[in-house]
C-alpha cells in the first residue's frame, strides 16, 4: 500500500444505476489493499427514480466517512445533470467524471421542472480540462450488457485516481455472482480503457 493522504470520492446519480454496487466494490477493493476506508450512502426516492449518492474516503487513517461542500477530489457523476448538482462539493483542484447518459426526474417528467440539457457544457466551462465524459451505456451495450454501464463507470474513475495497480479482477470475483464476473471484468476494463 502507498502511504496516501486521505482521498474523497463522492459517486452521484439516479436509483437503479448500480451506484451502490459500484461504490461497495471500490471499497472492498481498497480495504484489500489496506487502505483504512469509510463508505455511506444516501437513498432518496431511490426506487422511485430519486437521487443517490454514496462517499468512499480512502487512506492511511479515516475519521469519518462524510465528504463536506469542497472537499471532493472526484466527483463521479453516473446520470450527467447529477454532476451539476453535486459540483459544490468539488475541491478546486478535483477532477468530475461524467456519464453522457440522461435519466429525466420525476419532476421534469411531469414538467414541473425543467432539465438543464447542457450540464455537460456548464461542468467543463467551471472545471474544464479536469473533466472527463465518456458513454458508459455505450460501452456497456457494445460489451453485450447495459447493466454494466456502472462498472464502466467504476473502471473509469479507477483510471482517473490511479488506482489501476490494485487487484480490481479479486474484488470483482468476491463482489458479484459467478456468472457475472466475466462480463464485469470486462467492464471494468473497458472503464479504464476510457479513460486516456
Do not use: C
Amino acid at each position: 500500500m502507498l502511504s496516501v493522504d486521505t482521498k474523497n470520492i463522492l459517486l452521484v446519480g439516479v436509483g437503479g444505476q448500480g451506484i451502490i454496487l459500484a461504490s461497495k466494490i471500490l471499497s472492498l477493493g481498497l480495504i484489500s489493499a489496506g487502505y483504512d476506508t469509510k463508505m455511506s450512502e444516501v437513498h432518496g426516492m431511490a426506487q422511485r427514480g430519486g437521487s443517490v449518492t454514496t462517499q468512499v474516503r480512502y487512506g492511511n487513517k479515516v475519521y469519518s466517512p462524510i465528504i463536506g461542500r469542497g472537499q471532493a477530489d472526484i466527483i463521479v457523476a453516473f446520470e450527467k445533470m447529477e454532476s451539476l448538482r453535486w459540483l459544490d462539493y468539488l475541491k478546486p483542484t478535483g477532477k468530475v467524471v461524467i456519464n453522457d447518459f440522461v435519466i429525466p426526474s420525476l419532476p421534469t417528467l411531469i414538467g414541473s421542472a425543467t432539465y438543464t440539457q447542457n450540464a455537460i457544457d456548464v461542468v467543463q466551462d467551471i472545471v474544464r480540462e479536469r473533466t472527463i465524459v465518456i458513454k458508459a451505456g455505450d460501452i456497456a451495450k457494445e460489451l453485450g450488457d447495459i447493466k454494466t454501464q456502472n462498472i464502466v463507470l467504476l473502471g473509469s474513475l479507477i483510471k482517473a485516481v490511479g488506482l489501476e495497480h490494485l487487484n480490481w479482477a479479486n474484488t470483482i470475483r468476491e463482489s458479484v455472482k459467478e456468472e457475472l464476473v466475466e462480463p464485469n471484468l470486462k467492464a471494468i476494463e473497458a472503464g479504464i480503457r476510457a479513460v486516456k
